[in-house]
């Protein structure tokens, strides 16, 4: 049985949801709140590809999507290092009851995040919330810990109230060999189709034409796009390697062998072979020799 995400219905009636959310928004939203990764912190890993696979979006939308919810919106922020989102008011709508079972959970939460600006950014929106209740007062003692000026006041917190984190899609190469590989080991555990992405990548920077981070999002698109199968996939980027293309196409047709087509007769385009030839000479001797006979016959 799957883990149960409680939302509010006083959701629909919130008036940036109104006003600002298109419907768009509002499926993402709600998608970031009831997803099957989603933790009782409100912070997990979300890999952006794993969004576009259960969500139905391009990679592209769900960029975009994060782009306008951590910027414009201000309610999540996303790490690109370590793939993890903070939904950053969770806790007000997750917790609905406390108690040891709630406080064990959000530790081994906590536990989990790699990332723990991730934690320092929900512990200032905990503190922001002036909420009483007894477990978040103990969720915002665990957290307390990730925050280095906890005695300073909140002017001079190391977590403002906002960090945006995002960076926008930019045409600019990537420069490190380690983030083109690791955005190509997202894309597929298929270890041969992760090479021949390797490969892909090393013409192109030989042909003075790296790789940009939106360009490997379009590449990795236009692989879907071209092809259903691992396979075929390879295929793609072999004949792109091969030409030193800069895009990937459709695989060219093999040519037929001319040299072993026969001669098409003049009935419906039929392909005439020498044994059809044979036979049709057989066939002519045999009706000769027949009208030969004939004549005979009415000679005698």
């Known amino acids: 049985m799957g883990i149960k995400r409680i939302v509010d219905t006083d959701f629909w009636r919130d008036e940036k949801v109104i006003d600002m959310y298109s419907s768009e928004d509002k499926y993402f939203w709600l998608y970031l709140l009831t997803n099957p990764q989603t933790k009782q912190l409100g912070v997990y890993k979300l890999p952006k590809r794993i969004i576009a696979f259960e969500t139905g ?52 939460d906590i536990k989990q995040v790699k990332n723990t600006n991730l934690l320092k950014a929900v512990y200032r929106k905990i503190i922001d919330g ?54 190509f080991d997202d894309y597929s555990e298929n270890t041969d189709l992760r090479q021949a992405l390797r490969d ?32 075929l996939k390879i295929k793609l980027l072999e004949q792109a390697i091969m030409s030193n293309w800069k895009s990937l196409y459709p695989l060219k047709e093999e040519k037929q062998d001319k040299s072993k087509q026969g001669k098409p007769n003049k009935f419906h385009n039929f392909i005439q072979s020498d044994d059809n030839q044979d036979l049709e000479a057989m066939a002519r001797k045999r009706f000769e020799k027949l009208i030969q006979g004939k004549k005979k016959e009415g000679e005698d």
Do not use: H, W
Request: charged share 30%; with cysteine.
């Open 57 to 108: 979006l391009s990679l592209e939308n769900v960029i975009k999507l994060i782009e306008k919810f951590q910027n414009t919106y201000q309610t999540i922020i996303y790490s690109e290092e370590t793939q993890e989102i903070a939904i950053l008011n969770y806790l007000k709508y997750s917790i609905i009851k406390g108690g040891k079972p709630v406080i064990d959970c959000i530790e081994k």
């Open 130 to 183: 002036n909420d009483e209740r007894d477990t978040f007062k103990k969720i915002q003692e665990m957290l307390s810990i990730y925050n280095d000026n906890d005695n300073d006041n909140d002017n001079d917190s190391i977590v403002p109230r906002f960090v945006p984190r995002f960076v926008p899609i930019e045409e600019k190469p990537l420069n490190s060999s380690n983030k083109v590989t690791k955005m």
């Open 200 to 231: 892909y990548s090393q013409m192109r920077n030989k042909i003075k034409a790296p790789l940009t981070e939106r360009a490997v999002t379009l590449l990795l698109n236009k692989l879907d796009a071209l092809a259903s199968t691992d396979d």
